[in-house]
């Protein structure tokens, strides 16, 4: 007889619920689809303890069997862990149901006691089917990592490779850089070598024609000197002809008193037409009353602008010839315009509140462009600048000289030439700049030049007199008191005699006399030539008169006295009217002496 205290395995343990049954081969396996022998299902009793009672599932064979077949079968592909799975489960159902039978075919065991053991067999057997497959699908995750790691290495792999092609080509694409380099700088070394052999080629040859343009120049200034010295013979002895002969014709009258070699020769010597910029030349200067002075001195030739303003003129120029009446008018005219700035710079520039050894310094702080213009009056030839003479200038011997020198040279260059009358129209502007440029040749001849000048009188007629041209004019004068302004500004500004109050009335006065004198040269039909001497040169009472000595020019000239500075210029008018080429020395050189 089955003992009924005997422990059930079912009372000992609380059970939980249960998952889904599992269906293994298309067959449930759950308590209703199992098969249950009579003799066992007689056996289902309750529990003799009172316990809740609860639906019990029996385990037969086919039920057995059912759940060993649910386990995967084994394949060549299955992994070893795996299969070792797939065995010990079924090992652990053979092994159960081996128990199972052995303590059914006992009758003293409960039946109670029975049910629960088949339960917690039926529970097992559950889990022996659940856990081969979790370990399947777990095996075919394992699987599918497995071969998306076996596709990441492949591609690693592949990116190694191209990462070590890469770097090959790297490695020999810096090698052909650092060969390119090397190449580039060799060809920059045989450049800069090849430059450096070239200069020096180029310097030795600006040194040989250095030399050359310097022989030629001087030769150039010799024959300019002879040419004026045989003219002057021969006007000197056309003169003495004259006092002999005074009621015969003299031979040479038709030309001018000059033999056809000589009256050639003039055609192509060295002048200055009286517009444009300075420039050197070798000039000799011819007295009103006809002789000639052959000193062979080196001169600045300032151009003159004979530009017209529609200012009524106070005096009656003609332009036909250069009577003695036209060079009086035209000597009192720049005698005028010279001594108003001789006057101006005596008033204002005696006395100033800067140091003598302070100037420099002052000046080319206050301005560059003034200090520029300083130096380059004292420059001689092609010598060096010595700013220490510009220095000694502005000291308070020679400062009112100075600066009258300056304020005449930018007025010559800048209000009496070409330049002043530049920026109507590009059009005007750059046939002014071109007639003018053609003026400047040396071998222009006589009636070229009488062409370029009545040219330029019949511009002026037309594109200055009318309302338009009445507006430049007015708008040039301020640009030119402008610029006059600022020339004289570093020192007006330390001006002892600045707070008078009318250095600017002064100042335009003097911009207007010289802009009205600008207009009467652009009218007159003739060209004028300014020449400077440079200091050091021999002083001539021919062309010179001095500003700072009241000795007797031969007694400078017997001394052989030098020049210091020039501060007014040698005025010479020339006329190429007709059929002789008239030119007068009208005004003398004003220079200080040096050493006086």
């Known amino acids: 007889m089955k003992n009924s205290s ?16 599992p269906v293994v ?50 394949t060549e592909d299955t992994h070893p862990q795996l299969r070792e799975i797939h065995n010990n489960a079924r090992e652990v159902g053979r092994r159960a149901w081996g128990i199972r039978g052995t303590v059914h075919e006992r009758p003293v065991i409960d039946n109670d006691w029975l049910d629960n053991f088949d339960q917690d067999v039926w529970d097992f057997l559950d889990l022996a089917v659940r856990l081969p497959q979790a370990g399947g699908m777990l095996a075919t995750e394992l699987s599918e990592t497995h071969d998306a790691l076996d596709s990441t290495c492949e591609k690693l792999s592949a990116a190694e490779t191209e990462l070590d092609e890469s770097r090959d080509e790297i490695i020999s694409l810096k090698r052909k850089i650092e060969q390119m380099e090397y190449k580039l700088k060799a060809k920059q070394d045989e450049i800069s070598q090849q430059d450096a052999k070239l200069i020096a080629a180029l310097k030795v040859k600006d040194s040989e024609n250095a030399v050359q343009i310097k022989y030629l120049q001087e030769k150039i200034d010799e024959q300019q000197w002879n040419i004026d010295h045989l003219k002057g013979q021969v006007e000197n002895k056309r003169n003495i002809w004259r006092e002999m002969h005074p009621n015969q014709q003299n031979p040479y009258d038709g030309f001018s008193m000059v033999p056809p070699a000589i009256k050639k020769a003039s055609h192509n010597r060295t002048s200055s037409s009286g517009r444009g910029h300075a420039r050197i030349a070798s000039v000799g200067t011819f007295q009103s009353g006809g002789s000639v002075t052959s000193a062979a001195l080196t001169r600045v030739n300032e151009t003159g602008s004979p530009s017209k303003t529609n200012i009524p003129l106070e005096l009656d120029i003609k332009t036909l010839d250069i009577s003695t009446d036209d060079e009086t008018a035209w000597t009192e005219r720049f005698t005028y315009i010279f001594k108003l700035t001789r006057a101006f710079c005596e008033l204002y520039f005696t006395k100033i509140s800067v140091p003598s050894d302070q100037i420099k310094n002052y000046i080319a702080g206050e301005d560059k462009t003034v200090w520029g213009f300083m130096r380059a009056i004292c420059k001689i030839s092609n010598s060096a600048i010595d700013d220490s003479q510009v220095q000694v200038l502005l000291g308070d011997n020679y400062r009112v000289y100075f600066m009258t020198r ?42 070229e030049r009488q062409q370029i000048v009545d040219r330029l009188n019949e511009i002026h007629r037309e594109v200055f007199s009318g309302a338009r041209g009445e507006k430049f004019k007015k708008y040039k004068f301020e640009h030119h008191l402008t610029g006059l302004e600022k020339m004289v500004a570093p020192l007006t500004a330390v001006s002892a005699a600045s707070g008078s109050g009318r250095l600017a009335s002064d100042l335009k006065y003097i911009a207007s006399e010289c802009w009205d004198l600008s207009g009467r040269l652009w009218r007159s039909g003739l060209t004028f ?35 210091k500075l020039a501060t007014t210029p040698a005025v010479i008018i020339r006329s190429d009217q007709g059929l002789t080429i008239q030119t007068k020395q009208i005004l003398k050189s004003n220079v200080v002496i040096e050493g006086l």
């Open 6 to 21: 005997s422990p059930t395995p079912g009372a000992t343990s609380h059970r939980i619920t249960h998952s889904p049954q």
């Open 25 to 74: 081969d298309n067959q449930d396996i759950s308590p209703s689809g199992r098969h249950i022998s009579p003799s066992a299902r007689n056996r289902v009793t309750s529990s003799s303890s009172g316990a809740t009672k609860r639906t019990l599932r029996r385990v037969s064979t086919q039920t057995f069997r059912a759940a060993i077949a649910a386990i995967p079968a084994d």
């Open 406 to 447: 300056i304020m005449i040279q930018y007025i010559i260059r800048h209000i009496l030439s070409a330049e002043g009358w530049a920026g109507f129209s590009e059009t005007v502007t750059a046939e002014i700049s071109n007639l003018d440029r053609r003026l400047q040749k040396k071998t222009v001849l006589s009636e």
């Open 529 to 563: 030539q300014y020449v400077w001497d440079d200091p050091g040169a021999r002083f001539s009472a021919d062309s010179h008169q001095t500003a700072n000595s009241d000795r007797h020019p031969a007694e400078l000239m017997r001394k052989n006295a030098s020049i």
